[in-house]
């Protein structure tokens, strides 16, 4: 954005958000490098159109509820480490949403972003702007260690393309996210979203047509292909997102069980059980899907 571009931003922040949501927002932490972003590419009044048209989706479409925020660190470092699903990856920019208009004081969400989505041509930059990264490793570093709060996905593109019949079976976990959390010192917050996994139902999965077009998968859903592109749009389902209690697996163990991948993978099974554990609990609790 230019100058004026981000007046505008700021202004029409200023007449959808609330002041204390506004106020907030512009308190939060931001290291600008001098152009207006950070190293990252995140741009402040980006993040806050984000929260603007998030606001909407978040408060009256799937009127989300979130339990366990008082297990989120205040100010310092920590990974939030979450399901995934719903064929169009929301789930994250909900958590983003909750973090930022729940949270006191508020914190902006740093997601890792598959790179498959990260690829698409004016998306990436998108997401950059809007302040998540791609997961590589350095950047994860570096985000880490300025105490920033980083959401990841292990499942990746498997979880939000599982067929509906898997819905709330968690997918293999990638190590990745564990031996970062190791090296850096950092807590891991186990997390979870229900109703997602009904927001898109894929009932079918074209792979021939997706290795075609280089998708990770073609989903078929009551309403996707046949409606065109309004029917990849989700279903008025019930957010909930929990978060459970940190897990201090650095102060366990050393930086060197990274060099164990047996132990490392103990580790990542026990963080995906407590994950499935979470999402079993947030299944038996609630009343209905759309309610």
Same mark, same amino acid.
């Given at each position: 954005?230019?100058?004026?571009?981000?007046?505008?931003?700021?202004?029409?922040?200023?007449?959808?958000?609330?002041?204390?949501?506004?106020?907030?927002?512009? /308190? @939060?932490?931001?290291?600008? $490098?001098?152009?207006?972003?950070?190293?990252? #590419?995140?741009?402040?009044?980006?993040?806050?159109? &984000?929260?603007?048209?998030?606001?909407?989706?978040?408060?009256?479409?799937?009127?989300?509820?979130?339990?366990?925020?008082?297990?989120?660190?205040?100010?310092?470092?920590?990974?939030?480490?979450?399901?995934?699903?719903?064929?169009?990856?929301?789930?994250?920019?909900?958590?983003?949403?909750?973090?930022?208009?729940?949270?006191?004081?508020?914190?902006?969400?740093?997601?890792?972003?598959?790179?498959?989505?990260?690829?698409?041509?004016?998306?990436?930059?998108?997401?950059?702007?809007?302040?998540?990264?791609?997961?590589?490793?350095?950047?994860?570093? /570096? @985000?880490?260690?300025?105490? $920033?709060?980083?959401?990841?996905?292990?499942? #990746?593109?498997?979880?939000?393309?599982?067929?509906? &019949?898997?819905?709330?079976?968690?997918?293999?976990?990638?190590?990745?996210?564990?031996?970062?959390?190791?090296?850096?010192?950092?807590?891991?917050?186990?997390?979870?979203?229900?109703?997602?996994?009904?927001?898109?139902?894929?009932?079918?999965?074209?792979?021939?047509?997706?290795?075609?077009?280089?998708?990770?998968?073609?989903?078929?859903?009551?309403?996707?292909?046949?409606?065109?592109?309004?029917?990849?749009?989700?279903?008025?389902?019930?957010?909930?997102?929990?978060?459970?209690?940190?897990?201090?697996?650095?102060?366990?163990?050393?930086?060197?069980?990274?060099?164990?991948?047996?132990?490392?993978?103990?580790?990542?099974?026990?963080?995906?059980?407590?994950?499935?554990?979470?999402?079993?609990?947030?299944?038996?609790?609630?009343?209905?899907?759309?309610?």
């Amino acid at each position: 954005m230019n100058k004026h571009m981000r007046r505008v931003a700021e202004e029409v922040s200023k007449n959808i958000l609330t002041e204390e949501e506004y106020e907030s927002y512009k /308190e @939060l932490p931001f290291f600008d $490098e001098g152009h207006g972003y950070d190293i990252f #590419g995140f741009e402040k009044e980006s993040g806050m159109l &984000s929260v603007v048209m998030g606001k909407f989706l978040y408060e009256k479409y799937f009127r989300v509820e979130s339990f366990g925020r008082e297990n989120i660190p205040k100010k310092t470092r920590g990974m939030l480490v979450c399901n995934h699903s719903g064929i169009v990856p929301i789930d994250g920019a909900m958590i983003f949403m909750d973090c930022l208009l729940k949270l006191k004081p508020p914190r902006a969400i740093r997601a890792v972003v598959d790179r498959f989505f990260m690829g698409f041509p004016f998306v990436g930059m998108l997401l950059r702007r809007m302040g998540q990264i791609n997961g590589m490793k350095r950047d994860f570093q /570096e @985000l880490l260690r300025r105490e $920033e709060l980083t959401l990841v996905f292990p499942e #990746g593109t498997h979880g939000v393309g599982k067929h509906f &019949s898997q819905r709330y079976k968690l997918e293999r976990f990638g190590v990745g996210f564990l031996e970062i959390a190791l090296s850096e010192r950092t807590p891991l917050i186990p997390t979870c979203v229900v109703g997602a996994e009904e927001q898109a139902p894929m009932i079918f999965n074209i792979k021939p047509l997706a290795r075609l077009l280089g998708f990770p998968y073609f989903p078929v859903t009551p309403t996707f292909p046949h409606l065109g592109p309004l029917g990849i749009f989700p279903l008025p389902v019930k957010y909930r997102i929990y978060y459970g209690e940190p897990l201090y697996l650095h102060e366990k163990y050393s930086p060197d069980i990274i060099d164990n991948p047996a132990k490392i993978m103990e580790l990542v099974e026990e963080v995906k059980s407590t994950v499935q554990q979470m999402i079993n609990k947030g299944l038996e609790e609630r009343a209905g899907i759309f309610v």
